[in-house]
């Protein structure tokens, strides 16, 4: 348009003319500016740190390049996070195993610890023990015999202590309690006296607090100091954080407690026993129809090697000391507390059901030990409901004699 056409027009026309459109394109802005930039300062990078890039191999993949730092900080973020979340599920699903000894086992009073802990190699084992040496019943199998042989009562004690402590840090998340197992630098740390010294002063400074359930485990999220002002991108991806109710947080910790549990790592019969490990109750007839847990020794079929499972079976009989006998034809006297059970038939193994006598001691109650015993869950089960059966009929008893007392009965 020249000079002359220029004069000719009119003010608007000339505003139409020159009229300029802005329009922001960021993917144009972002190859045309910021990936110069980008590959400026990539470039600059690279050569100021040759020599330490050159000490790496080519299979390592590292680079300069800030759009790929990008992507492996976010992906390593996300995978942070993703193992953290990971790492609380299963800190949950461990809290709530620890939870149910607590409720089952559980000593609160600093005055309750020495006598829980006078319970192994008490009098009831004691007299099991000369029941066993006085008897001539060699034939019965004896949980001391074999390499899996029980504990002393020293070394359960140190296990029970451990069991308390990790109760509470870890089932009621009460980390004050937390103690190490040992050191190196002091030989005191993590022995017996140790443990019973820590756990009596801590009970004697904390508050009696019963828990309805078990609490979930505190998550703690790293953060770092903001340098700046954040841009909305920064802000953006600060608020991309995954969120959990609680219900589903407790859903993910009870299926990862299912895992645990199916890797054999916990066990929630073991977790529910009403007797502490090592201190079960002396056998007698009140056993008599109880289905227990026995573990057995056993011989792979494909390996040969032995093979320690849980066996269920129901106690028919225990010694009286007097007149039972192994067998019908047998001269020998059992000793008082051997107990004898029927096992089912075992399609497996090609054994055909059967009744057995065995030596069950209260030392090796809920031990992972060769005739170790416990109570079996189809007991628990019928154990609890007898419990909340129980709670009723004196919660209603309760309420019978309160409504009573406010409309007394006059006699005539």
Not at 75 to 81: D, H, L, Q, T, Y
């Amino acid at each position: 348009m020249g000079p002359e056409k220029w004069a000719a027009l009119s003010d608007e026309e000339r505003d139409t003319a020159t009229r300029t459109h802005l329009q922001d394109c960021w993917q144009h802005l972002r190859n045309i500016f910021l990936a110069e930039m980008s590959k400026a300062m990539s470039s600059h990078v690279a050569e100021d740190l040759k020599p330490e890039l050159d000490t790496f191999a080519q299979w390592e993949r590292m680079s300069t390049e800030f759009s790929q730092l990008l992507r492996a900080a976010y992906k390593r973020r996300r995978a942070n996070e993703e193992d953290a979340l990971d790492a609380l599920f299963t800190r949950y699903a461990l809290a709530l195993s620890f939870f149910e000894r607590w409720v089952k086992r559980g000593v609160e009073m600093a005055s309750d610890i020495s006598t829980a802990l006078r319970g192994y190699g008490g009098d009831g084992e004691r007299e099991q023990e000369r029941n066993m040496a006085h008897s001539n019943a060699a034939q019965l199998p004896h949980p001391s015999h074999g390499p899996q042989a029980a504990l002393a009562p020293e070394q359960d004690k140190l296990n029970w202590c451990r069991e308390q402590i990790e109760m509470r840090v870890v089932g009621l998340s009460w980390t004050d309690w937390a103690t190490p197992w040992g050191s190196s630098k002091d030989d005191n740390i993590g022995t017996l006296s140790q443990l019973v010294a820590h756990l009596k002063e801590r009970a004697l400074e904390s508050t009696i607090w019963l828990a309805e359930e078990c609490p979930a485990p505190q998550f703690k999220r790293k953060t770092f100091k903001a340098l700046g002002t954040p841009t909305a991108q920064a802000e953006a991806l600060a608020e991309d954080q995954v969120r959990l109710s609680p219900a589903e947080v407790l859903g993910a910790a009870q299926k990862r407690r299912a895992e645990l549990e199916a890797a054999g790592e916990i066990d929630w019969v073991s977790d529910r026993q009403p007797y502490p490990t090592g201190q079960g109750p002396v056998p007698d007839k009140s056993l008599v129809g109880k289905t227990l847990e026995v573990r057995w020794r056993y011989r792979h079929v494909e390996t040969g090697q032995p093979v320690y499972i849980w066996c269920e079976g129901v106690v028919e009989k225990v010694a009286d000391g007097e007149k039972d006998k192994a067998t019908a034809r047998c001269k020998r006297i059992l000793p008082a507390g051997v107990v004898q059970i029927r096992w089912a038939a075992d399609i497996e193994y090609d054994e055909e059901e059967t009744l057995v006598w065995s030596m069950l001691k209260p030392s090796g109650f809920n031990k992972d030990v060769h005739l170790g015993w416990r109570f079996a869950a189809s007991e628990l089960k019928r154990m609890e409901a007898a419990k909340e059966a129980r709670k009723a009929k004196g919660a209603s008893k309760a309420r019978a004699g309160k409504k009573n007392e406010n409309f007394p009965v006059e006699n005539s």
